[in-house]
């Protein structure tokens, strides 16, 4: 079964290499370095360029050669938003501009005090959403993984600082609780619904054409904690701007019995995978999942 391991390929140093550039050169420097780095990482990872590759001429049907230079575009584009993400916690000199899109539904859940969930995916740069949700005014969670090198992880800390708070996902189920907490002090808690271990419960269902697997934890929660839920994505336009996307929220209804929250759950799910196809198919170069994501692939 096709599954996402926990972590990302990156090491330390050129962690290191990046950040002194943008602190001493600035982001376009730190752009014109990182076409020689996605270059390399296109020449060298077979693995990777098998798989967007794969993704490009399946879900898309491109041809071979405009495949071929979507897997580049591709790396470039990863390269840049983590440079972004860098650059914005850092406090470097970088202005970036803002486009919003649904913002006046997440305002309502400020104002009215009802909390939210927010479920992103693995495109474009969600943690700069982080910073873009900071106009909300209001307290914002970030669910993730903690499947950062601690090198790295320990490095960032010294040259970021984050203006959201993080629930990291723990094996003893402790972060719980801080879930808990955060929607009973009416909070944003955001989180991806595209990944998930080996251990994870999921539920498949047809994206992109064909059947992969998605966690089913996220969806329970829209249905569980009866929040407004709604799908947020935050794009890349161009070397300065961002594009936020918010649908519409939504409550979901728990069912008493197991089959009717199941099939809620597989509701919700095929509603985000709708959003998580539209938006794909803006921004074909933002698809961030390095492994093989559908099931049939993954045999």
């Given at each position: ?30 752009y014109f370095l990182l076409r020689f780095v996605a270059l390399y990482f296109f020449l ?115 040259v970021t600082n984050r203006n959201y708070n993080i629930i990291v996902i723990k094996k ?128």
């Amino acid at each position: 079964m096709a599954t996402w391991k926990g972590k990302t390929r990156g090491g330390l140093a050129g962690y290191k290499i990046f950040v002194t550039v943008l602190k001493y050169s600035g982001l376009p420097a730190a752009y014109f370095l990182l076409r020689f780095v996605a270059l390399y990482f296109f020449l060298t990872n077979p693995r990777s360029f098998s798989i967007i590759f794969k993704f490009y001429r399946k879900r898309f049907s491109y041809g071979f050669f405009k495949s071929v230079g979507c897997v580049y575009s591709n790396y470039y584009c990863f390269g840049q938003v983590l440079l972004d993400k860098v650059a914005v916690t850092a406090g470097f000199k970088t202005r970036f501009n803002f486009t919003f899109e649904g913002e006046e539904y997440l305002r309502k859940m400020v104002d009215e005090k009802t909390g939210g969930l927010l479920i992103s995916a693995h495109i474009g740069n969600f943690e700069m959403a982080g910073y873009m949700l900071e106009r909300l005014k209001t307290k914002v969670n970030i669910i993730m993984f903690d499947a950062e090198h601690e090198n790295i992880k320990d490095y960032l800390a010294t040259v970021t600082n984050r203006n959201y708070n993080i629930i990291v996902i723990k094996k003893d189920n402790s972060h719980i609780y801080e879930i808990n907490n955060a929607f009973r002090e009416k909070q944003i808690i955001c989180i991806h619904g595209d990944r998930f271990l080996k251990e994870s419960k999921k539920m498949s269902a047809e994206f992109l054409g064909e059947e992969a697997f998605f966690p089913t934890g996220p969806f329970y929660m829209a249905m569980k904690y009866n929040v407004p839920v709604s799908f947020v994505f935050a794009m890349k336009e161009n070397n300065k701007s961002y594009h936020f996307f918010a649908s519409p929220p939504q409550y979901y209804r728990q069912e008493g019995l197991q089959i009717k929250r199941d099939q809620t759950i597989l509701r919700i799910i095929k509603s985000y995978i709708n959003e998580v196809e539209n938006t794909i198919r803006k921004y074909p170069a933002q698809w961030f999942n390095y492994y093989n994501f559908w099931e049939k692939d993954g045999k």
